[in-house]
């Protein structure tokens, strides 16, 4: 028999250094518990940013999927994903690939793109013995909190995204762009302003502009919205860097991270963020079937090291347009 009682905010626990947190009593259809409390779990997500509901007993990607239908969001098609996933149904992937000793740093799901989800859902099948939690950070304090002057030249210029897909790391150009077909890649990447450079040994280099801060199309609070960090080359492992850098160059970096004028980012400016970042972060353990709701626009997540097996299965949801929430670049779209 599934839970009927009322889910409102001051249901959830709100703790410092923690996301809110809704314990539930374990129902007996996890999707049917969502569709009873939709309205208020949205509101509580538009509230507060994010929520952990504990208690749900999710244990499949089938469960997930229903889910997020009973939720009444329409699912997003990942495309330009930095690393691979594997597809479990639309919309709904396993965590992208990598490695559990590296730390994921704070990021905003697809906010290289033109099209972003405007909600995330990770569903924890099974909890790491150790770390991996999935944290959170709220972007307009995030924003509040970084040096003005940080913030003025990103906000005029936006931010540069460059990537050299290979076979060896990150995504593949098929991972990305769902085929490998030139044609179609050059097709997207034209609709979706991108610049893409075939190079002589038929592998691609792309390069794209974009906004790194954004308003809330609810309610238009200015949100520091990127991957400026997450993405750079100072935040990759040092060895991994070395390697990487004699094996293709700078340049061929599988992805790295600029002002918007094209000059690199110093790395103590990649520091600094995600210093500001890790004084901004809440967490908490994975416990199995945990369903955390994230707002991406409003929340910045990262995966924490982690030891032990760990599956949390990622949806996306709720597809928004970036010149819905008050760009400050003009982008030149063919």
Request: negative net charge; aromatic residues 8%.
């Amino acid at each position: 028999m599934t839970s009927t009682l009322p889910v409102t905010p001051i249901d959830l626990q709100l703790r410092r250094n923690q996301p809110p947190m809704l314990r539930v009593e374990p129902p007996a259809d996890p999707a049917d518990w969502v569709l009873a409390h939709r309205d208020p779990l949205r509101a509580a997500v538009s509230t507060h940013g994010s929520v952990l509901v504990r208690g749900l007993g999710l244990r499949s990607p089938v469960q997930v999927a229903a889910v997020l239908e009973r939720l009444s969001a329409a699912p997003v098609t990942e495309r330009e994903a930095f690393a691979p996933r594997q597809t479990f149904a639309e919309g709904v992937y396993s965590s992208s690939k990598w490695p559990q000793n590296e730390q994921m740093c704070m990021h905003h799901e697809l906010s290289y793109a033109l099209d972003v989800p405007g909600l995330l859902f990770f569903a924890c099948l099974t909890a790491p013995t150790d770390g991996g939690a999935t944290a959170v950070a709220d972007s307009a304090a995030v924003l509040q909190a970084l040096p003005p002057e940080l913030v003025d030249r990103f906000e005029r210029e936006g931010w540069v995204l460059t990537r050299s897909y290979n076979d060896e790391i990150g995504a593949s150009v098929a991972d990305a762009f769902g085929t490998d077909d030139r044609g179609e890649v050059e097709d997207y990447c034209r609709t979706h302003a991108i610049e893409p450079a075939w190079q002589s040994d038929g592998s691609l280099h792309t390069r794209q502009r974009r906004d790194a801060v954004l308003r809330h199309p609810a309610d238009g609070r200015r949100c520091w919205f990127n991957q400026i960090a997450f993405l750079n080359e100072w935040t990759i492992n040092p060895d991994v860097r070395d390697y990487l850098v004699a094996e293709y160059g700078v340049d061929g970096l599988p992805f790295n991270t600029r002002w918007g004028d094209g000059e690199p980012l110093a790395q103590d400016t990649v520091r600094q963020i995600n210093q500001v970042y890790q004084a901004h972060t809440a967490r908490t353990r994975w416990h199995a079937g945990d369903l955390l709701l994230v707002d991406n626009i409003r929340t910045a997540h990262s995966r924490e090291r982690f030891t032990g097996p760990r599956e949390v299965v990622v949806a996306m949801a709720d597809p928004l347009r970036l010149a819905e929430c008050s760009p400050t670049m003009e982008v030149n779209v063919r």
